[in-house]
């Protein structure tokens, strides 16, 4: 991987792409302290520390939620949206059509159902959040200085300006740098967050002594050892043997080579993960939302608000068998969108070529969904667990200041991995093309 990148720097191109996405990174690391005017910073730090919600909401933005800034609703509304497109593009027919027959130009206009659909989710998102955080009042008074309409629309429009900004941003890294754009932004605000959690961890160690220390080293082995999973099951494929038959045309003889398909272990990547991560949130949101807004003057309000907290308590039981079900939903869910067997099938009975015992056509299909699905199976159980793993590794070695879980790790490692692919499959696509000519 240090070789590819070390070749990267090499090629004008490649060189270009890579100095895009530290570009955008920064872009985004200055956009995380763009503050919003108008924010008691005190009574928004003692707010953020009631609740597990907004510091884990913090991770991903980087701290931008922390500082209030105009990106602290992050990226989250655009991740919703393309989880909305993507089942609304399995249950509705035309937008099936449109993804599968549409080509370049329906790939363009489902995009931009998927921007249309952002800007709603972000202002109704920007909304709640003003009105909700207007209408508290903690013990050093509420959250905003500032009062009135105008100040609240300004609120409304800065954070939905931010949101947009940040798609657009992640967009351009996609088309101008290495890897998926959202993806580095989300893999920026994790790192960005890791010398934080890193000092506090140091704080507290310089407090309770040597028995701290132990545990943070015991901590970071366990995080050696996922990282290594990981790595392992990302990288991980399954190769299906193909053999293409020798053909005679004239007085020659073509063809008769033998190759594989790879199927890969981890096809679903690190989008079932942040899918899963965004949906569970939910509840809880939407649960400090209604504490917020009616909790003081509705009791039976803020009971049922407090019963849904309780309920989706992040590292609860009921809170890590949703986590886990869901990953598993999506890990099969985007592999069935990502894999067709059936185009995969009938491509390679086009080309002439057959998997060695199996018939071409259905009879392939069939094998290669049978595979794909053991393949799948191995994935989903392996993100479910990794997806739940933090709240134990938590309890085994008290270690509660760190806040980077196998989550975290996971996108950081995904996205690492994938964008190194990704300059290795441009570096082997240069040096075949100089072959060639």
């Known amino acids: 991987m240090a070789s590819s990148f070390a070749d990267a720097l090499k090629s004008d191109d490649l060189r270009s792409r890579v100095a895009w996405v530290f570009i955008g990174l920064a872009i985004f690391v200055l956009t995380v302290h763009i503050g919003m005017p108008g924010v008691n910073k005190d009574v928004w730090n003692a707010l953020l520390n009631k609740g ?67 800007l709603g989710l972000a202002v109704l998102q920007a909304l709640f959040m003003t009105v909700a955080l207007a209408r508290y009042s903690g013990g050093g008074g509420g959250v905003f200085t500032m009062t009135g ?38 893999f920026g605000g994790i790192v960005l967050r890791f010398p934080n959690y890193l000092m506090d961890s140091l704080r507290v160690a310089n407090v309770q002594g040597a028995a701290y220390y132990i545990s943070l080293i015991i901590f970071f082995l366990i995080l050696i050892a996922l990282v290594a999973g990981i790595v392992y099951i990302h990288l991980g494929i399954r190769k299906i043997p193909i053999q293409y038959p020798r053909r005679q045309v ?45 909790g003081n003057s509705h009791p039976g309000v803020a009971a ?22 869901l990953v598993i939903f999506f890990t099969y869910f985007y ?24 018939r071409p056509g259905r009879p392939t299909a069939e094998y290669l969904e049978k595979v794909f699905s053991r393949t799948t199976f191995i994935s989903a159980i392996f993100l479910a667990l990794l997806a739940v793993a ?38 082997t696509m240069r040096k075949y093309q100089g072959f060639m000519k």
């Open 250 to 294: 004239g007085t020659k003889m073509y063809g008769g080579h033998s190759s594989y398909l790879p199927i890969r272990v981890n096809n679903a990547g690190v989008i079932s993960i942040i899918f899963a991560i965004s949906i569970m949130y939910m509840p809880n949101t939407v649960a400090q939302i209604m504490n917020l807004v009616w």
């Open 335 to 358: 592999s069935a969108i990502t894999f067709n067997v059936n185009d995969v099938a009938d491509n390679l009975k086009k080309s002439g070529g057959f998997v060695p015992g199996i």
């Open 52 to 118: 597990e919600l907004f510091r884990f909401l913090g991770m991903f933005t980087g701290g931008a939620l922390n500082n209030f800034s105009v990106a602290a609703m992050g990226i989250t509304p655009y991740i919703n949206a393309s989880i909305i497109m993507q089942l609304l593009t399995v249950v509705l027919p035309q937008l099936k059509d449109l993804q599968k027959e549409g080509g370049e130009q329906g790939r363009k206009q489902i995009g931009a159902y998927t921007r249309q659909l952002t």
């Open 304 to 325: 049922l608000a407090t019963n849904i907290e309780t309920i989706f308590a992040p590292r609860g039981v009921f809170y890590n068998l949703c986590y886990a079900a």
């Open 149 to 186: 309409f105008g100040f609240y629309a300004m609120v409304v429009i800065a954070l939905v300006t931010g949101t947009m900004f940040l798609m657009w941003l992640g967009e351009l890294m996609t088309d101008k740098g290495i890897g998926n754009g959202v993806s580095m932004i989300i």
């Open 390 to 427: 933090p709240t134990y590794i938590m309890q085994l070695t008290k270690v509660n200041t760190f806040f980077l879980g196998s989550t975290s790790l996971l996108i950081i490692v995904g996205v690492a991995l994938d964008a190194m692919q990704q300059i290795q499959a441009r570096l």
